[in-house]
Antibody
Framework: EVQLVESGGGLVKPGGSLRLSCAASGFTFSSYSMNWVRQAPGKGLEWVSSISSSSSYIYYADSVKGRFTISRDNAKNSLYLQMNSLRAEDTAVYYC??????????????WGQGTMVTVSS | QSALTQPPSASGSPGQSVTISCTGTSSDVGGYNYVSWYQQHPGKAPKLMIYEVSKRPSGVPDRFSGSKSGNTASLTVSGLQAEDEADYYCSSYAGSNNLEVVVFGGGTKLTVL
């Protein structure tokens, strides 16, 4: 079964750090670009960051640039998000999502169940 | 404020059709055929319903269809069923030179009356 499982969320104080992980199974992880997408409580989806299959291309949303770092370990079938200098507005459920190329475009075809990050004093 | 504009709500009775719009700019929706739509039930992860403007992944009912005209994409749900009640989000590629590579709409809550 194709599956993504996030972990690492929790409660952290403003200015603190947290590292999220996403474990992939059921597919060839090293062949896909991966993404983090977040959703603040009661709000819509917000793209956070993406990383290509070999980590050659990395992109960030302007709201997290300079504070968050995306990485992956293809040998461990794992995706990571290092979050530093956390702010209250980073409070959200964080989803990892597989980016599938469909031939002429791509989309996020597999999503994890999400991990909650709460930034509060 | 979301990069793509969707109506906050839409509704229809069982069996009817409803269309949800998603308006962007020539830098995202209008510039690429990378429009996708996601369905999200409360407390659940999003699910891909439409990719490349109008194509359905395997397993998505053909009641769901997508289209695009200029800077506006649309999702139509025909033959509404109770299980279609959910939040729907559009998304578009916005180019790697932009501040945001991928942009989402604010979401539309679809109610089946």
């Amino acid at each position: 079964e194709v599956q993504l499982v996030e972990s690492g969320g929790g409660l952290v104080k403003p200015g603190g750090s947290l590292r999220l992980s996403c474990a992939a199974s059921g597919f060839t992880f090293s062949s896909y670009s991966m993404n983090w997408v977040r959703q603040a409580p009661g709000k819509g989806l917000e793209w956070v960051s993406s990383i290509s299959s070999s980590s050659s291309y990395i992109y960030y949303a302007d709201s997290v640039k300079g504070r968050f770092t995306i990485s992956r370990d293809n040998a461990k079938n794992s995706l990571y998000l290092q979050m530093n200098s956390l702010r209250a507005e980073d409070t959200a459920v964080y989803y990892c999502a597989r980016q599938k190329w469909f031939g002429e475009s791509d989309a996020f075809d597999i999503w994890g169940q999400g991990t909650m990050v709460t930034v509060s004093s | 404020q979301s990069a793509l504009t969707q109506p906050p709500s839409a509704s229809g009775s069982p069996g009817q059709s409803v269309t949800i719009s998603c308006t962007g700019t020539s830098s995202d929706v209008g510039g690429y055929n990378y429009v996708s739509w996601y369905q999200q039930h409360p407390g659940k992860a999003p699910k891909l319903m439409i990719y490349e403007v109008s194509k359905r992944p395997s397993g998505v009912p053909d009641r769901f269809s997508g289209s695009k005209s200029g800077n506006t994409a649309s999702l139509t749900v025909s033959g509404l069923q109770a299980e279609d009640e959910a939040d729907y989000y559009c998304s578009s590629y916005a180019g790697s030179n932009n501040l945001e590579v991928v942009v989402f709409g604010g979401g539309t809550k679809l109610t089946v009356l």
